[in-house]
Structure formats: structure tokens, C-alpha cells
């Protein structure tokens, strides 16, 4: 399968999804994720060595593409309007992750109507850094669902988790104790969602 993470904007969860989505899809068949994003932050968490699945940028990826049945794009943001399109039909599935906070979600507002205007329909959303404490979360669905756009059914919680992994050059699949199993489990359950489309 093919797939690509863009948002129009940064820090929404796009190379955290990547890893991760990359860490179970790996586990159905060989994955290959390509960092296209020019700050090369997917490659930056794989300088350590600890990950399962093999990144590379997009200019070293020719190589590799042919050796794997999944290969992910994780994008820069503010991507051009040509990329969008290119992506959308270079791919089987979009994933536009989102926070449920105003500005993130009035970006993918805009990717989505983008969308739409070119007759797109191959994306989902992905909430991410779900803040239990607040309702943003349920605002966010009650109102993507109104709206008939395709959503994933997982939503990605704020988790410390992601940030200690991160700075780890890990996956919260590596870590076993309360916390990052209940990150993983949440990953695993989009991963799941995908498999099954
Ligand atoms: N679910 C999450 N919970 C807590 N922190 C997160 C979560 N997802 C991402 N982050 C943190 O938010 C920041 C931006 O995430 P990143 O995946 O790099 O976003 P993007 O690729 O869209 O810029 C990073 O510091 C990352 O560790
Ligand atoms: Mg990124």
C-alpha cells in the first residue's frame, strides 16, 4: 500500500504518525518510509539505529522502493498545491493528521476543500494530540462527521510517550511499561483501520 502524511501545517503529528504507522505496517510486509520533508526529521529519528523499517529521502529512495510492499511519505508542511495533487494520485490513501485545536483544524479545513475542488477523495483525518482534559476532541469529530469527511475512527492521545520516544530515536513500542503501551495501542488500532479498508 501506498501512503502519504501531509498537512498544511507543522507540528500536527505528521512524522510522529510516519514512525509509527511505519512500525506496524511493517509488521504485515516490508515497509519503507521516505522522508520528503527538506528538515529530514524522520532521518533524524532513524540516525540511531533503533527502528525496524529502513527510511530514506526521497532522493535515495529508488532503491529501495521495489524491496517493499508499503511505502510511506512523510511531507513537509505548507506542502506546494502540484505536490498535493501528485501525492493524491500517487498514492492509495492520504492521511492529513490534524490536532482538534482551531488553527490546525481550519488548515485541514482548507487541504480538504483543496481536495475536494479537485475531485480527490482518496484522504482521512487523523486526530491527533488528543487532550483528554479538553472537549476539543469531541467538538472536532461531531463537527468532521456533520460534514461527511472521511474519518479515522482512532484518535491519537497526548502522550509524553511520543516525546520520550522521539528524542529516543525509538518507537513507544519499545517501551513497556503503562504508558507506552497505551500510546501504542492507539497506533496499532489506525494501522488496523488501514489494513482493513
Ligand atoms: N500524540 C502526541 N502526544 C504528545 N506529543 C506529540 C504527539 N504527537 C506528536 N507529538 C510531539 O509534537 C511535536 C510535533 O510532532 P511531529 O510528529 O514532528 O509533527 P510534524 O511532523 O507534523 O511537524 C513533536 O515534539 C512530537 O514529539
Ligand atoms: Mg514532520
Keep these: 500500500m501506498f501512503i502519504a502524511i501531509v498537512s498544511l501545517k507543522g507540528g500536527v503529528g ?3 504518525t510516519a514512525i509509527h504507522l511505519s512500525t506496524y505496517l511493517h509488521t504485515d510486509k516490508p515497509t519503507l518510509l521516505i522522508d520528503a520533508d527538506p528538515n529530514r526529521s524522520a532521518l533524524v529519528w532513524a540516525r540511531e539505529d533503533n527502528l525496524p523499517f529502513i527510511v530514506a529521502s526521497q532522493a535515495g529512495s529508488a532503491t529501495f522502493v521495489p ?3 508499503h511505502i510511506i ?11 498535493l495533487l501528485d501525492l493524491a494520485k500517487g498514492n492509495d490513501l492520504i492521511i492529513i493528521p490534524t490536532t482538534p485545536n482551531h488553527l ?17 477523495n482518496n484522504y482521512k483525518i487523523l486526530l491527533t494530540k488528543v487532550d483528554s482534559r479538553t472537549t476539543n476532541s469531541k467538538t472536532a469529530k461531531q463537527f468532521l462527521i456533520r ?3 472521511p474519518l479515522f475512527k482512532t484518535e491519537i492521545p497526548l502522550l509524553i510517550a511520543f516525546e520520550r520516544a522521539s528524542q529516543n530515536g525509538k518507537t513507544v513500542k519499545d517501551y513497556h511499561d503503562s504508558r507506552g503501551k497505551q500510546a501504542w495501542k492507539q497506533y496499532e488500532s489506525v494501522g488496523k483501520e488501514i489494513i482493513n479498508l
Excluded at 73 to 83: F, G, L, S, V, Y
Aim: aromatic share 6%.
Design 67 to 69: 524491496k517493499h510492499s
Design 14 to 16: 505528521k512524522t510522529t
Design 104 to 120: 490546525d483544524l481550519d488548515a485541514t479545513i482548507k487541504a480538504v476543500n483543496f481536495f475536494k475542488k479537485h475531485n480527490v
Design 73 to 83: 511519505t512523510d511531507m513537509k508542511a505548507r506542502p506546494e498545491e502540484d505536490d
Design 147 to 149: 460534514e461527511n469527511i
